[in-house]
Nanobody, 127 residues
Framework: QVQLVESGGGSVQAGGSLRLSCAAS??????????LAWFRQAPGQEREGVAT???????YYADSVKGRFTISKDNAKNTLYLQMNSLKPEDTAMYYC???????????????????WGQGTQVTVSS
């Protein structure tokens, strides 16, 4: 089974940047073809999709982060990244990485689309 561990969270002032990383273990070669995603959940809110990179390179970004966040991966290092620029207080949340190997025609972006989850890393943006 795939295990995912996030890192890189922390506290930053509005307008600042952070880069989150998600290290995967338990991968076989077929794991390189998984869809990989970042979700976030603020207190009292539902978990929402932030960005996805599909196995074929197609990406999805939530409207709220387009132009500010960039999702990428390094297959050789089994690592997923989320570069977050121009951070806003409303970006404050627990950020989770997720992975799934099932074939889909639409780039997956829902919680139910992903089978494997990390434990999360906290991002706090102050005004």
């Amino acid at each position: 089974q795939v295990q995912l561990v996030e890192s890189g969270g922390g506290s930053v002032q509005a307008g600042g940047s952070l880069r989150l990383s998600c290290a995967a273990s338990g991968y076989t070669y077929s794991a390189y073809y998984m869809a990989l995603a970042w979700f976030r959940q603020a207190p009292g809110q539902e978990r929402e999709g932030v960005a996805t990179i599909a196995s074929d390179g197609r990406t999805y970004y939530a409207d709220s982060v387009k132009g500010r966040f960039t999702i990428s991966k390094d297959n050789a290092k089994n690592t997923l990244y989320l570069q977050m620029n121009s951070l806003k207080p409303e970006d404050t949340a627990m950020y989770y990485c997720a992975a799934d190997g099932r074939v889909r025609t639409v780039v997956p972006r829902r919680v139910a689309d992903f089978r494997y989850w990390g434990q999360g890393t906290q991002v706090t943006v102050s005004s």
